[in-house]
């Protein structure tokens, strides 16, 4: 249904060491693994009702994860990028009552994201900050996906290869000297357009299909888990200026 991720885990981590070494001394770079966590406000159920066919696609749990670049911009300013595999997963039910026909099951979908982000530090203790962010990204879909069984066939197309989304983030951080930042926060995406359109074709039992059609929004909730490298420019610096 859907290609192993393994060339997507090696394409990301490439680009993580690439952008580390290019801003060595300026940026802060760090890896994240974001769940992604299926709140109905936040992640709206597609339902389908049309005469006798009842379908339903719903998020259930995904997960994102990749690398993170921060440039910092004073004491309390940020700016924060990076790139990101997102791994969307639903449950689907479809109904048809007048051949008593049901199906259930589940249906990967892939994307990449690029955000852009500003962040506003709070410092609530020596080494505790807490920060607020907001942004957009650019999210690339790599592919449609499709699952297929004796009489139904479900396939779930991409409305463009790359959209654009609004980000909102809030999320605490602890930092250290010599070990780094470790930070837990939560993040709210939401597209600009649709994300994609579920098709359910039904093949009943002279083999005719019937095809009904839902939008998927793509909106998620997810709980961000940080880890930055610290390297601090000023004293990179001076190790310069020194050698």
Do not use: C
Request: hydrophobic residues 40%; glycine residues 8%.
């Amino acid at each position: 249904m859907i290609r192993p991720f393994k060339k997507h885990l090696v394409l990301i981590f490439l680009l993580s060491g690439l952008s580390g070494f290019a801003q060595n001394g300026v940026l802060t770079v760090g890896l994240q693994f974001k769940p992604i966590i299926p709140v109905a406000f936040f992640n709206d159920i597609s339902t389908i009702n049309v005469e006798d066919i009842s379908a339903e696609m719903s998020p259930k749990f995904g997960y994102s994860f990749g690398m993170t670049v921060r440039r910092g911009i004073g004491e309390l300013f940020a700016l924060e990028t990076g790139i990101n595999y997102i791994q969307r997963n639903y449950n689907y039910d479809y109904t048809r009552t007048s051949f008593e026909f049901e199906e259930k099951g589940d249906i990967t979908f892939i994307s990449y994201e690029i955000p852009l982000t500003a962040l506003v530090y709070v410092r609530l203790g020596e080494q505790t900050y807490m920060n607020v962010a907001a942004g957009v990204a650019a999210t690339m879909f790599p592919s449609d996906v499709e699952t297929l069984s004796e009489d139904l066939r479900l396939y779930v197309f991409r409305k463009n290869w790359i959209q654009g989304s609004v980000i909102a983030n809030l999320g605490f951080e602890f930092r250290t000297e010599e070990s780094g930042y470790f930070y837990v926060g939560a993040t709210y995406n939401s597209p600009l357009t649709t994300m994609a359109v579920a098709e359910f074709t039904h093949f009943d039992s002279t083999r005719i299909p019937t095809s009904v059609r839902t939008d998927l929004s793509g909106t998620y909730l997810s709980l961000d888990l940080r880890y930055y490298f610290h390297d601090d420019p000023d004293k990179k610096k001076k190790r310069k200026s020194n050698g």
